[in-house]
């Protein structure tokens, strides 16, 4: 079966600091995966994702990259963080055509 | 673009009471449609995909419902428990992508 990991659960990090996050599948190939930040009380905001190694795309104009170094694996990074980068980060995956998301465990970031 | 509404964005009941939560979306041309549930600090957790060419699904006490040529979906809860304290989001894929609502808060009330 197929499974999704993140991490870290949780990170704290000063201002101006870089970020990595990771995130990876195992069980499948090929996935199209996902970057999503969902500031405090709101919805979902799609960041980056990605059809294929080194395929991404941007949603939204920010300090943040996203890199697809191998198959199942996503990473999402900024050389220095805002304030505002703040929020919980949640990776997910799916297959291309009809299938459904399912979502890894997110990672609280806080900026200080 | 798509655009996905969820009503209402908060609902309290007793425990024991069905309820239904709506999702419409704009646009008919989607792949499939789930249903998700978040927990306060967690992920997302799947409770339904439906198919664009289906018109239901259940799992337990859930049921949803999906009339794509309206663009209305319903995720009906039967027997309310406490423990369906959540909050709800719809995400339709037309695409790559998926569109989320901004999601039902529910509290089931002992």
């Known amino acids: 079966s197929q499974t999704i990991h993140q991490w870290p659960a949780t990170l704290v990090q000063p201002v101006g600091s870089p970020l990595s996050l990771e995130c990876t599948v195992e069980?499948?190939?090929?996935?199209?995966l996902y970057w999503y930040r969902q500031a405090a009380g709101r919805g979902l905001q799609l960041l980056f994702y990605?059809?294929?190694?080194?395929?991404i795309s941007s949603e939204v104009p920010q300090n943040l990259s996203a890199s697809r170094p191998q198959d199942r694996q996503f990473i999402l990074s900024s050389k220095k963080l805002l304030l505002s980068d703040s929020g919980f980060y949640l990776c997910a995956w799916t297959f291309d055509g009809d299938g459904g998301y399912t979502f890894g465990s997110g990672t609280r970031l806080t900026v200080v | 673009k798509q655009e996905v509404t969820q009503i209402p964005a908060a609902l309290s009941v007793p425990e024991g009471e069905n309820l239904v939560l709506n999702c419409s979306f704009t646009d008919s041309a989607i792949y499939n449609l789930q249903w998700f549930r978040q927990d306060p600090g967690k992920g997302l957790t799947s409770l339904l995909l439906i198919q664009s060419s289906q018109r239901e699904q259940t799992s337990g006490r859930l049921n949803a419902s999906l009339d794509k040529s309206s663009g209305r979906s319903t995720l009906y809860i039967a027997a309310s428990q406490p423990g369906d304290s959540a909050t709800y989001l719809c995400a339709v894929r037309p695409g790559n992508q998926f569109y989320f609502g901004t999601g039902t808060s529910l509290t089931v009330i002992p």
């Open positions: 069980g499948t190939s090929n996935p199209n």
């Open positions: 990605s059809v294929g190694i080194g395929q």
